[in-house]
């Protein structure tokens, strides 16, 4: 009776999870769908199948453009807002503790809970303020705000529990402060670096917001696709655009997170305290 | 004592915030010694360690090693060389990268480091395990890779923080007179912290016992374990039976003690310590230097009854309830004779048996 009872719950427990997935990919795999789809309404029945909305992606040089503009910005910012993750994440799980160190700690993160059209509002009215043209740099800079408490994240957990005794065994054999950093802590932390480079990459490259307030008049692929969809005509390429990007980001994510696990079993964790 | 001045630690003190972790330790290591410092966990030790290793730096005090000052410089710039509690064996290398790893900071040709890798590897007798990594080796074998790396860069002193403690009983025991060969053959002065008094005694030249931060004895383990001048040190080294006692007169180096459970005892006075007739004295005396008997013995003895009794195969432990004494009498003997729970028996001592100690 009991075991009766636990597959009907259990059935309804499957159709709600099939539901949830559902809800959550159908609207996204849409996309792909109909960028195949020979026609320019986005409506069912399939018309048939075609790739020229690729083809006609591919030759438009302002995409092209957006998209450069894009990739730059992304690695700039992923490239600033690691490094100054990696100092700070040092910093902050030392074995002494730094003094004030859970104050700066929830302070670094809370940025996250900012919502972008402030922190846009607010770089915008600084930048104009301080007369600095709108342009490429100041998206990075606010890419930069953003991506900075993903890095910390990601490279605090990978320094966590790190050894320090390795650190100080480097220095006791006769390596100074910085070879030590470059043959001891990097090489172990490196998982977690490239780890932090394709996340913030990602959030930077996913950014509209941001993008839109700083960008001025060198947009970004978001900025660019927001302004397409004003032209039913070119809704297609944008589908394609679209669904280019959805594969090219899932499989950074993948890469991400594959690093970030590489290292898990890494440093040693065995920390004796002594006397 | 020639090369007796060849490690100076003079008058070192070091404090974290309000505790003082070491406080005011004076202490001369001879040259190729192999020196302990001992003592419970947060007695200072490891600290005193990491302040020769430049992992620390004293507030009061100076080290000076081999006739140079050491106290402000870092690690890397110091003729010593650190065997880690927890090995820190470098994980992203394999054993023989472990090893080279300070040699590669040092100006040598390939083929020089190669051979001085080789005959580490031989030394520890890892010779076929140069390609693993230190996720592949056992704790003995870390250990071992860990001595290596910092002998093969050839330091004046060795610093071992307890490296034995991770091992279980009978690896530390076969380590234990590895590493002392190991040091006979170099003729390195090794330094070497542990809280296992059996392993101090067992393996050092000589050896402080700290408390508190302060060094309470400096003697080698035979004097160490016969003359403690402590009760403190007296307790931390092997078993001890105290007696508390009333001293009444000093003749010829000996002194004699009224206790309440033992009678009068006979001791020779220590060099240390002041002691004047009427005072406070305490007495001590070994479990092994107790003899026990079913037939009354020549005097002096007392009578107590057995509370426990065990037979360990080379010799019996067993407790014995005196009157007038504040615990049960420990006493270890070696005899074929059977002691048994509840049965009375004598106790007696020969003379050096007992010891008289400041209190």
Redesign the interface.
């Given at each position: 009776m009991n075991g009766a009872r636990h597959r009907q719950w259990g059935g309804g427990l499957a159709i709600y999870a099939f539901a949830y997935l559902a809800f959550l990919y159908i609207p996204v795999l849409l996309l792909p769908l109909f960028s195949f789809n020979d026609s320019l309404f986005i409506a069912f029945p399939l018309r048939g199948f075609t790739t020229k909305w690729y083809a006609a992606m591919a030759a438009d040089t302002q995409m092209r453009a957006a998209l450069w503009n894009t990739l730059r910005v992304g690695a700039t910012a992923s490239l600033v807002s690691t490094i100054l993750g990696l100092l700070a994440a040092k910093a902050l799980t030392q074995s002494a503790p730094l003094p004030g160190r859970g104050f700066v700690l929830g302070f670094a993160n809370l940025s996250l809970f900012i919502p972008e059209i402030v922190i846009g509002i607010a770089l915008l009215i600084l930048m104009t303020s301080m007369g600095l043209p709108l342009s490429l740099t100041s998206v990075v800079i606010g890419h930069v705000l953003i991506c900075l408490p993903f890095a910390l994240l990601v490279l605090m957990s990978r320094l966590e529990g790190f050894?320090s005794?390795?650190e100080?065994?480097?220095?006791?054999?006769?390596?100074?402060a910085w070879?030590t950093f470059w043959?001891?802590t990097f090489?172990?932390v490196l998982p977690g670096i490239i780890a932090s480079l394709l996340l913030t990459f990602i959030v930077s490259f996913d950014d509209f917001m941001l993008a839109f307030f700083l960008c001025g008049t060198d947009t970004t692929l978001p900025v660019y696709i927001f302004g397409e969809l004003r032209f039913p005509y070119k809704l297609p390429n944008v589908l394609a655009l679209g669904a280019a990007i959805l594969i090219a980001s899932a499989a950074l994510i993948a890469l991400a997170e594959w690093a970030r696990r590489l290292g898990a079993e890494?440093?040693?964790r065995?920390?004796?305290i002594?006397? | 004592m020639e090369g007796s001045n060849f490690i100076r630690i003079d008058k070192v003190t070091k404090r974290f915030g309000a505790a003082t972790a070491v406080d005011g330790v004076l202490l001369h290591i001879a040259k190729g010694e192999f020196f302990s410092l001992l003592?419970?966990?947060?007695?200072?030790?490891?600290?005193l360690l990491r302040m020769i290793?430049?992992?620390a730096f004293p507030d009061e005090g100076r080290i000076v090693l081999d006739g140079a000052d050491v106290t402000d410089l870092?690690?890397?710039r110091r003729p010593?060389?650190?065997v880690?509690?927890?090995y820190?064996?470098?994980?992203?290398l394999n054993v023989r990268d472990n090893i080279a790893?300070?040699l590669r900071?040092?100006r040598m040709s390939a083929a020089e480091r190669d051979a001085r890798v080789d005959e580490a590897l031989a030394m520890i007798r890892l010779s076929g395990y140069g390609d693993r990594k230190?996720q592949q080796l056992s704790g003995g074998e870390r250990q071992r890779v860990a001595l290596a790396?910092?002998l093969v860069?050839r330091p004046k002193v060795l610093l071992l923080?307890?490296p034995l403690?991770?091992l279980d009983k009978r690896l530390r025991e076969t380590m234990q007179i590895e590493l002392r060969q190991i040091q006979r053959d170099v003729g390195i002065t090794f330094i070497f912290?542990t809280?296992d008094q059996e392993e101090a005694l067992s393996m050092s030249d000589r050896v402080a016992v700290m408390e508190k931060g302060r060094v309470l004895q400096v003697a080698d383990p035979k004097t160490l374990y016969e003359r403690p001048v402590s009760r403190a040190v007296a307790d931390f080294i092997g078993t001890m039976n105290f007696f508390e006692g009333r001293l009444i007169g000093i003749s010829d180096g000996k002194a004699t003690v009224e206790t309440a459970a033992l009678g009068r005892v006979e001791a020779p006075t220590p060099s240390a310590g002041t002691f004047a007739p009427g005072a406070r004295a305490l007495i001590a005396i070994r479990p092994e230097k107790l003899l026990l008997s079913h037939e009354q013995p020549e005097a002096p003895f007392v009578r107590g009854k057995i509370v426990a009794a065990s037979y360990l195969g080379d010799r019996s432990q067993i407790q014995v309830n005196i009157p007038g004494a504040d615990a049960p009498v420990s006493v270890v003997t070696q005899t074929s004779t059977v002691f048994r729970d509840g049965e009375f028996v004598y106790i007696s001592w020969r003379s050096g048996g007992p010891l008289l100690i400041a209190e």
């Open positions: 050894d005794s390795l100080e065994a480097s220095r006791d054999l006769g390596e100074n070879m043959r001891v090489p172990l890494g440093p040693a065995d920390r004796v002594g006397a | 003592g419970p966990s947060g007695c200072g030790k490891t600290t290793g430049g992992f870092p690690p890397n010593t060389n650190m880690f509690q927890s820190a064996i470098f994980p992203h790893y300070g900071v040092e230190a790396r910092a860069k923080d307890e403690g991770a912290v809280h």
